[in-house]
């Protein structure tokens, strides 16, 4: 029993070697987040002045820290290239690897994404204690433990539907030769239905409704909604844990089906 | 100058039959960037829900604006930017040797080689979504305004062209000229803002005299909301052929560096 996690760990402990390397790259992506920062508050700032003062019921220090948040989550959850890592993967003959060993390609490459967004969110930090002394008079987090503790578990359920989806995505290269197009496609659905653009409690209420039905809105908005207190209301966390459970499940088992589906079309060349 | 016109006419023609033998990439592509565009512009519609106007910019004229930026970003990808990006990965793997040896400009050769007529398409989107918000705003603007117009939009897509290709140009020296494609997107995320919004000296300074981002889509854009203002227009004009001359020098020096590799 214990051997199974063994195996994994010691990909774990891999990839975390293997993204040390690259800790360089993420801290310049974490400065370039700062200039999309810039833009936001720029932006929300000038949108306050020029509404009642609020944007939807909340400050512009809380609709500042809601982004800041959202990028925090962003390096610690979100899959950055692992769809093109296991679409190369396909597509190279590397996976065929995989096939022959007692291994769940699966858990193997959940493991190295755990590893690797340990690394990246950690990184982040580093620029955004440098735009501390700026960011600070915007930041305005809630004053209660309870946040960490609801908002932790949809955190990591968020992470599993990020790496889901990005997986998904990478399967597609059993069918299809290039995934680039289909991946920035959902990544726009993502963007705007993730609440990267606006929080989404701003949608007018139908469209939230809608929203909430969707997998995107569990893929970033609902774990940064308790951590910032837009969403405080146990009922509707716990009702979001349940709908976020059923889209983990869900895209769990898309997955396995690409994956059986798609190694019946896959043709091992070489050795 | 005609010869450069044929020459450009059959990358174009090759650029279409190629568009026309991947059909389906051009359907995904084009529906890329349309999905984009909706983005922004539903994002505006929702802050618009819960303000009066952004730096003293209605709806209306918010929509105008973000539509500007897109038909310069739309044009700028319609016509350069799957050359200037090769162009890096060529500069470090050596088939840039290929340009050198056509009998032509270089610059000009190695950035206008490919076309993409999926954004092509999408400028025309772009257009729409401009016409549409000067129609809401009831805009009337005259023949002259609208040269001016196009003539700022043509400036904004000259000075987007000529930092990409300075940038680019760095491959020379760095040979590796990645992650520049990041830090291009995080820029025109401040084209879609109005300049009043940028109220601190710093990101003033950097943002809209430094680097004309923010000037490049609110010169245009204010021409039609609000007029024709002749420092503003002369100001980009003048920056326009400043990052032009830019771009031309600091290419040339690279190519004199530009060694090729051996295989």
Same mark, same amino acid.
């Given at each position: 029993?214990?051997?199974?996690?063994?195996?994994?760990?010691?990909?774990?402990?891999?990839?975390?070697?293997?993204?040390?390397?690259?800790?360089?790259?993420?801290?310049?992506?974490?400065?370039?987040?700062?200039?999309?920062?810039?833009?936001?508050?720029?932006?929300?700032?000038?949108?306050?002045?020029?509404?009642?003062?609020?944007?939807?019921?909340?400050?512009?220090?809380?609709?500042?820290?809601?982004?800041?948040?959202?990028?925090?989550?962003?390096?610690?959850?979100?899959?950055?290239?692992?769809? $093109?890592?296991?679409?190369?993967?396909?597509?190279?003959?590397?996976?065929?690897?995989?096939?022959?060993? !007692?291994?769940?390609?699966?858990?193997?490459?959940?493991?190295?994404?755990?590893?690797?967004?340990?690394?990246?969110?950690?990184?982040?930090?580093?620029?955004?204690?440098?735009?501390?002394?700026?960011?600070?008079?915007?930041?305005?987090?809630?004053?209660?433990?309870?946040?960490?503790?609801?908002?932790?578990?949809?955190?990591? /359920?968020?992470?599993?539907?990020?790496?889901?989806?990005?997986?998904?995505?990478?399967?597609?290269?059993?069918?299809?030769?290039?995934?680039?197009?289909?991946?920035?496609?959902?990544?726009?659905?993502?963007?705007?239905?993730?609440?990267?653009?606006?929080?989404?409690?701003?949608?007018?209420?139908?469209?939230?409704?809608?929203?909430?039905?969707?997998?995107?809105?569990?893929?970033?908005?609902?774990?940064?909604?308790?951590?910032?207190?837009?969403?405080?209301?146990?009922?509707?966390?716990?009702?979001? $844990?349940?709908?976020?459970?059923?889209?983990?499940?869900?895209?769990?088992?898309?997955?396995?089906?690409?994956?059986?589906?798609?190694?019946?079309?896959?043709?091992?060349?070489?050795? | 100058?005609?010869? $450069?016109?044929?020459?450009?006419?059959?990358?174009?023609?090759?650029?279409?039959?190629?568009?026309?033998?991947?059909?389906?990439?051009?359907?995904?592509?084009?529906?890329?960037?349309?999905?984009? /565009?909706?983005?922004?512009?539903?994002?505006?519609?929702?802050?618009?829900?819960?303000?009066?106007?952004?730096?003293?910019?209605?709806? $209306?004229?918010?929509?105008?604006?973000?539509?500007?930026?897109?038909?310069?970003?739309?044009?700028?990808?319609?016509?350069?930017?799957?050359?200037?990006?090769?162009?890096?990965?060529?500069?470090?793997?050596?088939?840039?040797?290929?340009?050198?040896?056509?009998?032509?400009?270089?610059?000009?050769?190695?950035?206008?080689?490919?076309?993409?007529?999926?954004?092509?398409?999408?400028?025309?989107?772009?257009?729409?979504?401009?016409?549409?918000?000067?129609?809401?705003?009831?805009?009337? !603007?005259?023949?002259?305004?609208?040269?001016?117009?196009?003539?700022?939009?043509?400036?904004?897509?000259?000075?987007?062209?000529?930092?990409?290709?300075?940038?680019?140009?760095?491959?020379?020296?760095?040979?590796?000229?990645?992650?520049?494609?990041?830090?291009?997107?995080?820029?025109?995320?401040?084209?879609?803002?109005?300049?009043?919004?940028?109220?601190?000296?710093?990101?003033?300074?950097?943002?809209?005299?430094?680097?004309?981002?923010?000037?490049?889509?609110?010169? !245009?854009?204010?021409?039609?909301?609000?007029?024709?203002?002749?420092?503003?227009?002369?100001?980009?004009?003048?920056?326009?052929?400043?990052?032009?001359?830019?771009?031309?020098?600091?290419?040339?020096?690279?190519?004199?560096?530009?060694?090729?590799?051996?295989?």
């Amino acid at each position: 029993m214990f051997a199974i996690f063994d195996k994994y760990r010691q990909v774990f402990l891999t990839g975390l070697q293997s993204n040390i390397v690259y800790r360089f790259n993420f801290a310049v992506r974490g400065f370039f987040s700062l200039f999309h920062l810039a833009a936001v508050v720029i932006l929300w700032s000038a949108a306050s002045l020029g509404g009642s003062g609020g944007l939807g019921g909340f400050s512009l220090g809380q609709t500042i820290t809601y982004f800041v948040t959202l990028l925090i989550l962003q390096f610690f959850i979100s899959a950055f290239n692992e769809d $093109y890592q296991i679409s190369e993967e396909i597509r190279n003959g590397l996976i065929n690897q995989f096939l022959l060993k !007692p291994i769940n390609y699966f858990a193997y490459r959940f493991s190295i994404f755990v590893a690797a967004r340990l690394v990246s969110g950690l990184v982040v930090i580093v620029p955004l204690l440098i735009a501390l002394p700026v960011l600070r008079e915007y930041l305005a987090f809630p004053h209660d433990y309870r946040v960490l503790l609801f908002g932790l578990p949809a955190m990591a /359920m968020s992470a599993v539907i990020q790496f889901s989806i990005a997986y998904c995505f990478g399967l597609l290269s059993f069918w299809f030769l290039e995934i680039q197009g289909f991946v920035i496609l959902s990544m726009a659905l993502e963007t705007l239905l993730g609440g990267q653009m606006f929080p989404l409690d701003l949608l007018p209420e139908w469209a939230y409704a809608i929203a909430r039905c969707l997998p995107f809105y569990y893929q970033m908005y609902f774990p940064a909604a308790i951590f910032t207190g837009r969403l405080t209301d146990p009922t509707l966390i716990f009702q979001g $844990y349940g709908i976020q459970a059923a889209w983990v499940i869900a895209l769990l088992l898309v997955n396995q089906l690409l994956w059986s589906r798609g190694l019946r079309r896959h043709t091992a060349v070489g050795g | 100058m005609l010869n $450069y016109a044929k020459i450009w006419s059959a990358s174009a023609r090759y650029s279409i039959t190629r568009t026309l033998m991947f059909r389906g990439d051009f359907f995904v592509w084009s529906l890329v960037e349309l999905f984009w /565009m909706s983005v922004n512009i539903l994002t505006i519609t929702v802050i618009y829900e819960h303000t009066q106007s952004i730096a003293g910019w209605t709806k $209306y004229q918010m929509v105008l604006l973000v539509g500007t930026s897109m038909l310069i970003q739309r044009f700028l990808m319609g016509f350069f930017w799957s050359s200037i990006f090769e162009m890096g990965r060529n500069i470090r793997s050596g088939n840039f040797d290929f340009y050198l040896a056509q009998p032509g400009n270089v610059m000009f050769m190695a950035t206008t080689r490919k076309l993409d007529p999926d954004s092509l398409l999408n400028s025309l989107v772009a257009a729409a979504v401009v016409i549409y918000a000067a129609r809401q705003l009831g805009l009337d !603007p005259s023949a002259g305004q609208i040269a001016l117009y196009a003539l700022m939009v043509l400036c904004g897509v000259v000075i987007h062209y000529s930092i990409l290709v300075l940038s680019i140009s760095l491959a020379f020296w760095l040979t590796s000229a990645q992650g520049i494609e990041g830090l291009y997107f995080t820029l025109t995320e401040f084209s879609r803002l109005p300049r009043a919004a940028f109220t601190g000296i710093a990101t003033q300074m950097l943002f809209v005299w430094l680097l004309p981002v923010v000037m490049i889509t609110n010169v !245009p854009a204010s021409l039609l909301v609000q007029g024709f203002d002749l420092t503003l227009s002369a100001w980009l004009f003048g920056s326009a052929l400043v990052w032009f001359a830019a771009a031309v020098f600091v290419f040339n020096r690279g190519l004199r560096r530009y060694t090729s590799a051996s295989s």
